[in-house]
């Protein structure tokens, strides 16, 4: 019998794998290392999928080049010249026209309303006599003090609104802090001045994207852990997890004992799924807990390009998506000849209408909503098909830190379960956020198995920090 510490990680997200990969590279004589996911393919809501030789994403993915250099320098390895470095060239839909996105000066000043610039020259010029709350309480708070009316009018509220499902003031100021990269007039101008060489911060508007399409890091990721021993079983969704026993039933009725477990699956499903008692408190937080569901509404067109951009970015109400991409701008892939593939990315209640309607339908509203932009796709569309996500952005409304705060004191008496990732942590991060929780809890557990419950508190006070880009 093995005297190895058994390590089960709940979810083969980028999280989850991230953690089997290093822990392997740097300890694997000491552990085996299992993990289980509940569908038939690794990445989460990073994985990918091919359809008539068009590659799709889940909706639109880059790897930012804020990415930490050590991690950066293993997905390099791992994908060797297929990590292609690409510009940027997005656009967003603002007062009936196109403008690049993220902003440039020119726009600002050249293609926008005067009366728009003007506003926005006026915020700036009154930020000083607004007053500064101590502690604002709500995304309107933090925004209207940081950016003035004009730029939340238009855009971020709206955008807030359609992405998370709640007006600007029933949402917590942290979803201001944390989601928008841009919060404040100084570091709108920094990027928008971007564009003069001297103010572009490294990796400004480039990104990462692998020439297969995003999930080719996680497969590859994947085939690294069962490469150096550890074992990746799809299909294989979390049933129960005992942690008086330390047994985890998984759902072809595997029984799959652990020394340490580590779940990066969303709060509800793993309290549903934890045997034992729990206080009425945390039953009532987790039934409250929201998050985000999306619609991935994807369209096969017979055509060899659409548009030359990778995403167009849709802040309005009455546009039923908030994002479009073109999959084959990201890799500037010109295969297969003929046709393209769209991804209409539609945020939406889990349960609710739109969650509910039928593909076909759905279809023809984006179709509807791309006519009503000027992006029409009439006589071209030869295919259409939707995807869907429960789990797409964690919502934060206004009471929702003390429900975290409530199931997290609760999360914390179960010893020898740690909480990483998106889902577990019940944050907006990006994919390099959590592909870094996973190195950090790695770096948690000694060359003799023992877990270092005080360093991973303090990386996570260092994941607080953590602000998400677009
Ligand atoms: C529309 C959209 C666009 C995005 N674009 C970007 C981008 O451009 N750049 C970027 O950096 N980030 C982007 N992100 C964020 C990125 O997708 C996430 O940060 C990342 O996938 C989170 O990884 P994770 O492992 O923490 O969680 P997840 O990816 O959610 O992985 C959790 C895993 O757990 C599995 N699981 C769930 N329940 C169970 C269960 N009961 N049993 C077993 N397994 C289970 C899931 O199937 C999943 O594989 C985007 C997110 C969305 C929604």
């Given at each position: 019998?093995?005297?190895?510490?058994?390590?089960?990680?709940?979810?083969?997200?980028?999280?989850?794998?991230?953690?089997?990969?290093?822990?392997?590279?740097?300890?694997?004589?000491?552990?085996?290392?299992?993990?289980?996911?509940?569908?038939?393919?690794?990445?989460?809501?990073?994985?990918?999928?091919?359809?008539?030789?068009?590659?799709?994403?889940?909706?639109?993915?880059?790897?930012?080049?804020?990415?930490?250099?050590?991690?950066?320098?293993?997905?390099?390895?791992?994908?060797?010249?297929?990590?292609?470095?690409?510009?940027?060239?997005?656009?967003?839909?603002?007062?009936?026209?196109?403008?690049?996105?993220?902003?440039?000066?020119?726009?600002?000043?050249?293609?926008?309303?005067?009366?728009?610039?003007?506003?926005?020259?006026?915020d700036m010029l009154s930020k000083p006599f607004r007053r500064k709350m101590k502690n604002p309480r709500t995304f309107s708070d933090v925004l209207l003090y940081g950016l003035g009316k004009t730029i939340c009018t238009h855009f971020y509220f709206p955008y807030a609104k359609k992405l998370w499902g709640l007006a600007?003031?029933?949402?917590?100021?942290?979803?201001?802090?944390?989601?928008?990269?841009?919060?404040?007039?100084g570091k709108i101008i920094m990027k928008v001045l971007s564009v003069i060489p001297i103010f572009r911060k490294k990796g400004a508007g480039r990104f990462f994207y692998p020439r297969k399409g995003f999930c080719q890091i996680f497969d590859g990721f994947a085939e690294k852990i069962k490469a150096m021993g550890g074992?990746?079983?799809?299909?294989?969704?979390?049933?129960?997890?005992?942690?008086?026993?330390?047994?985890?039933?998984?759902?072809?009725?595997?029984?799959?004992?652990?020394?340490?477990?580590?779940?990066?699956?969303?709060?509800?499903?793993?309290?549903?799924?934890?045997?034992?008692?729990?206080?009425?408190?945390?039953?009532q937080a987790c039934k409250n807990v929201k998050y985000r569901g999306m619609l991935f509404c994807y369209l096969i067109l017979n055509t060899q390009q659409f548009t030359r951009f990778d995403a167009h970015y849709f802040p309005q109400e009455n546009v039923l998506f908030s994002r479009l991409s073109e999959p084959k701008?990201?890799?500037?892939?010109?295969?297969?000849?003929?046709?393209?593939?769209?991804?209409?990315?539609?945020?939406?209640?889990?349960?609710?209408?739109?969650?509910?309607?039928?593909?076909?339908?759905?279809?023809?509203?984006?179709?509807?909503?791309?006519?009503?932009?000027?992006?029409?796709?009439?006589?071209?569309?030869?295919?259409?098909?939707?995807?869907?996500?429960?789990?797409?952005?964690?919502?934060?409304?206004?009471?929702?830190?003390?429900?975290?705060?409530?199931?997290?004191?609760?999360?914390?008496?179960?010893?020898?379960?740690?909480?990483?990732?998106?889902?577990?942590?019940?944050?907006?991060?990006?994919?390099?956020?959590?592909?870094?929780?996973?190195?950090?809890?790695?770096?948690?557990?000694?060359?003799?198995?023992?877990?270092?419950?005080?360093?991973?508190?303090?990386?996570?006070?260092?994941?607080?920090?953590?602000?998400?880009?677009?």
């Open positions: 019998m093995s005297n190895k510490k058994k390590i089960v990680i709940i979810g083969a997200g980028p999280a989850g794998l991230s953690l089997a990969y290093y822990l392997l590279c740097n300890k694997k004589n000491n552990i085996s290392v299992t993990v289980i996911e509940k569908e038939d393919a690794v990445g989460g809501l990073a994985t990918g999928f091919e359809h008539k030789g068009l590659i799709f994403d889940f909706g639109s993915h880059r790897l930012h080049p804020t990415t930490k250099e050590h991690l950066l320098n293993d997905i390099r390895g791992i994908l060797g010249d297929d990590l292609l470095d690409r510009p940027r060239d997005g656009r967003m839909f603002l007062l009936e026209r196109f403008v690049k996105f993220p902003p440039q000066l020119t726009d600002f000043m050249f293609h926008l309303p005067l009366s728009f610039f003007l506003g926005i020259v006026g600007p003031d029933e949402l917590s100021a942290i979803q201001a802090q944390r989601r928008v990269s841009a919060n404040n007039i074992r990746i079983l799809l299909s294989h969704e979390l049933k129960s997890i005992d942690p008086g026993e330390k047994v985890i039933v998984a759902k072809q009725d595997i029984t799959i004992p652990y020394d340490l477990a580590f779940s990066t699956i969303p709060i509800p499903d793993f309290i549903g799924a934890c045997k034992g008692k729990k206080p009425d408190a945390v039953l701008n990201y890799s500037a892939s010109t295969l297969p000849e003929g046709i393209t593939g769209l991804c209409a990315e539609i945020p939406c209640e889990v349960g609710g209408t739109l969650w509910k309607e039928k593909p076909d339908k759905i279809a023809s509203l984006v179709i509807h909503s791309l006519r009503q932009v000027g992006l029409p796709v009439d006589g071209l569309v030869a295919e259409s098909f939707l995807k869907r996500t429960a789990f797409a952005y964690p919502s934060y409304d206004l009471d929702f830190e003390q429900r975290i705060e409530t199931i997290e004191t609760y999360l914390d008496t179960l010893i020898d379960i740690v909480f990483l990732g998106r889902q577990a942590l019940f944050v907006h991060d990006n994919t390099h956020h959590t592909i870094e929780m996973g190195y950090c809890a790695a770096d948690c557990l000694s060359h003799q198995g023992e877990w270092d419950k005080e360093k991973w508190n303090s990386y996570r006070k260092e994941f607080k920090e953590h602000v998400v880009e677009d």
